[in-house]
């Protein structure tokens, strides 16, 4: 059980477009969602905080504007980089909780974005 | 802002030794968990530790809690090659949100 899908696993875009990424909980009801962004051998970065039905909580630093986060029911969060640029070429992870089953969060695979 | 220090970067060893790796902050954390992660996959959770000096043991790996729950470490022993990942602490500080540490690269070599 509790287990997370992340999709696309892998895009490539062209700079300027906007990019998609959507991460499901498939057996549970996930309170919260969390994004993350990962460098080439470096650890996980914490984007945002999304809780069903209300608006994502960011993280210093992180642009509002350029990572829209929608957390439409409790099974689907979506990330989109808008107006993607090659330094937003990254690993992003995310992962879901549901508090009656404790702190635990449930990881996604990752989506890898390459922007050309 | 919260760091979570994590030593040694990178590790290389052969297959049969033992090693530890540290995770270091000057906060507290409410709990603290151990991610496995290899390449191009999300990390997978090893253990959640609550207690300050609490230590848990899961098959070759040993997990300990420090008693200030400011630091933790992981020990492996007699490491193999299917122990080469990226081992990743991340701390709770009351809310539910994780903040990882800088993280640890291990390879075992056959």
């Known amino acids: 059980g509790a287990v997370v899908s992340q999709h696309p696993s892998w895009v490539i875009c062209k700079s300027g477009t906007s990019v998609k990424i959507e991460c499901r909980s498939l057996d549970f009801q996930a309170t919260t969602m969390f994004w993350y962004r990962q460098f080439p051998k470096q650890s996980l970065m914490l984007m945002a905080t999304s809780n069903e039905g209300s608006k994502a909580t960011y993280e210093q630093g992180v642009e509002k504007d350029k990572f829209l986060i929608n957390h439409a029911s409790l099974t689907l969060s979506t990330l989109t980089v808008t107006s993607a640029h090659p330094e937003d070429s990254s690993f992003y992870i995310c992962?879901?909780?549901?508090?009656?089953?404790?702190?635990?969060?449930?990881f996604g695979p990752g989506t890898r974005l390459t922007v050309l | 802002t919260q760091l979570l220090e994590q030593s040694p970067q990178f590790l290389s060893i052969q297959e049969g030794e033992n090693l530890t790796v540290y995770c270091n902050s000057s906060?507290?954390?409410?709990?603290l968990q151990w991610y496995r992660q290899e390449p191009g996959e999300g990390p997978v959770l090893l253990v959640t530790?609550?207690?300050?000096?609490e230590v848990k043991k899961l098959k070759r790996l040993t997990f300990q809690f420090g008693d200030a729950r400011k630091d933790s470490s992981l020990h492996i022993t007699a490491a193999q090659p299917g122990d080469t990942g990226l081992y990743l602490c991340?701390?709770?500080?009351?809310?539910?949100?994780?903040?990882f540490g800088t993280g640890t690269r291990l390879k075992v070599l056959a």
């Open positions: 991340a701390g709770a500080s009351g809310t539910y949100k994780y903040i």
């Open positions: 906060s507290v954390f409410s709990s």
């Open positions: 992962s879901a909780s549901l508090r009656v089953l404790g702190d635990t969060q449930y």
């Open positions: 530790v609550v207690t300050g000096g």
